[in-house]
């Protein structure tokens, strides 16, 4: 590989990584302080989280910058069975009641499932509630975005029918 190929496969990279990511947001009827206070719950998380199909299990949840996060997905029918998954990551950034940034990466052999995703949480008071948006980046290969997209809408949905009714 020449020098020039190399310099030109970062640029690649970044491309490739910007596809690989998507930006949902959604409102949700709770305060800022509420919303966030879900994220670090494992009990809270594994309610909420799993999209519909999927049950979840935290096996543990260390809620501070530096800490550590596994968990498990599981598909609740014979269909989804093979997409149950185990992953893990590290929270990097975590500012009460305003932003989550934490790495995730699958518990997997499977090339097309590998990497670390970078996932970006950010709650901003409106006036019904918290505008909650997030952003992942470095989505694995094996999962196209839109589907990712998909997960967090329902993922967001169940939060709000989680912090709506404590």
Known sequence: MTDNDSEGNPTMNREQN????????????????????AFLNPDEL???LPPTGFSAEVHHLEPEEGG?????????????TEYGSTFSGTYRELVPGERI???ESFETDAPEMAGEMTVTTIFEEVPDGTEITVRQEGIPEAIPP???NEGWN????N????VQEA
């Open 46 to 48: 594994a309610q909420w």
């Open 146 to 148: 839109s589907d990712a």
């Open 68 to 80: 550590t996060f596994r968990a498990t997905f599981t598909g609740e029918t014979e269909e989804l």
């Open 154 to 157: 329902d993922s967001l949905s």
């Open 101 to 103: 940034v934490y790495t």
């Open 159 to 162: 939060l709000g029918d989680v």
């Open 18 to 37: 910007n596809s690989r990511s998507m930006t949902v947001s959604r409102v949700i009827e709770a305060s800022p302080k509420r919303v966030y206070e």
